[in-house]
């Protein structure tokens, strides 16, 4: 609870810098990337929360790995390492992306199918769900197998499940109710 508080705290504080000085796409980007390496690095995350490592250590870290990040983004790691605030990054950038996304009117829309969707499907399923929503989609594409078929799109709270592995489930609740057996 308290991580998500000063999460929010600092995203929203960055975002307002970053709106000020007209760069927010640009800190956008950097902290997409952060949150990307972040979930595909454990040992990153570990480091930043690891309390015997010096801040000035992670710092160092952070600024040779992220060394294409702009100079707001760079001023950010600096901030939240010195106030020993580095095991927050992760949660900070993912929050960050989130208002981003809720300040221009961005949604998410989990597609999850069973195969790969090509080009054309891909184009297809987007159009339909933005004028479902009626405002900018971010696509976000998952590969099932136990789907067997078809897909599920996901859009905030909202779930349409088209799958074939839903429909087989529907079929066999259905069946096993006999509404023809007399019983005594």
Request: glycine content about 4%; proline content about 2%; aromatic content about 6%.
């Amino acid at each position: 609870m308290l991580e998500t508080k000063v999460a929010k705290r600092y995203a929203k504080s960055l975002i307002d810098l970053a709106r000020e000085q007209g760069v927010l796409d640009a800190v956008n980007a950097d902290m997409l990337q952060f949150v990307s390496v972040c979930d595909a690095n454990r040992d990153l995350n570990l480091l930043l929360s690891n309390p015997i490592i010096p801040s000035d250590k992670k710092l160092s870290i952070l600024k040779a790995v992220f060394s294409s990040a702009s100079k707001l983004s760079t001023a950010f790691f600096e901030i939240i390492t010195r106030k020993g605030r580095e095991g927050n990054l992760p949660a900070i950038a993912k929050e960050f992306v989130d208002q981003f996304k809720k300040s221009k009117g961005i949604e998410t829309a989990v597609v999850t199918s069973a195969i790969t969707l090509d080009e054309q499907l891909r184009k297809q399923v987007y159009q339909l769900v933005k004028d479902s929503v009626k405002s900018e989609i971010e696509l976000v594409e998952k590969v099932d197998n136990k789907l067997i078929g078809g897909f599920v799109i996901r859009i905030g709270d909202k779930q349409y499940d088209a799958s074939v592995s839903s429909e087989l489930r529907r079929l066999t609740r259905d069946f096993s109710v006999n509404p023809y057996i007399k019983k005594n």
